[in-house]
Structures are given as C-alpha cells and as structure tokens.
C-alpha cells in the first residue's frame, strides 16, 4: 500500500520560512514524479511544483518562482519544499503527489498518491 505523509506545516508571519517533507512508503521513488499542490480557503487545488526522476523541477505559479524549492531525496524516499519569504496568500492545506498518469504535471487528475496534506498559515 502506497502511503505519502507530509510533515513541517505550520503558523509563521509574512517573510518567515517554513521546510515541508513528505515521506512516501510503498513506492520506490527513484523513477517517478513529485508534485507539490496547495488548497487555499475557498479556493480549488492547484499545483505548486513539480520535479523530475532525473532532478528537473518546474514551478506551476509564478508566485512561488525564487521563493520555493521542490527537492527530492531518492535514497530516503522523500521529497521537499522549501518556502521561504511566505506570505499571507500562500496559506493554505499542501499536499504531495506522485506517481503521473498523464503528463500535465501540474494537474490534479495527473497522480495516482496523494498526502492527507499539512496545514501552512501564514499571517501579516
């Protein structure tokens, strides 16, 4: 059975960083694609960031450009996102994703796993 756990969520204040991790158990990793996706209050799902088997990433908004960073680790089955400079829009439920069925990385219907997600708030 395929389990993705996030961990690292939080309340910070606009400027400050939070690191997100998600673990994942029963799936090697190695060969697939990971997806980070946020929910804000009131809003659809959308994703976030994506990176590769072979270490590409791709950043789905242009919000988070030069403020987060999608890292994985292949060896500890588990990938990142490092937000820094948050602010007050990026709150929200973040949830992990693996495991592509279709190539639009950046869509919801694209991954097979998800997270239960972790909640980041994020306040003036």
């Known amino acids: 059975q395929v389990q993705l756990v996030e961990s690292g969520g939080g309340s910070v204040h606009a400027g400050e960083s939070l690191r997100l991790s998600c673990a994942v158990s029963?799936?090697?990793?190695?060969?697939?694609?990971l997806a980070w996706f946020r929910q804000g209050p009131g809003k659809e799902r959308e994703g976030v960031a994506t990176i590769f088997p072979g270490g590409d990433s791709r950043y789905c908004v242009d919000s988070v450009k030069g403020r987060f960073t999608i890292s994985r680790d292949n060896a500890a089955n588990s990938v990142h996102l490092q937000m820094d400079s948050l602010r007050p829009e990026d709150t929200a439920i973040y949830y992990c994703a693996t495991f592509a069925i279709m190539t639009a990385f950046c869509g919801t219907g694209s991954y097979r796993y998800w997270g239960q997600g972790t909640q980041v708030t994020v306040s003036t």
């Open positions: 029963g799936l090697t990793i190695s060969g697939h694609t």
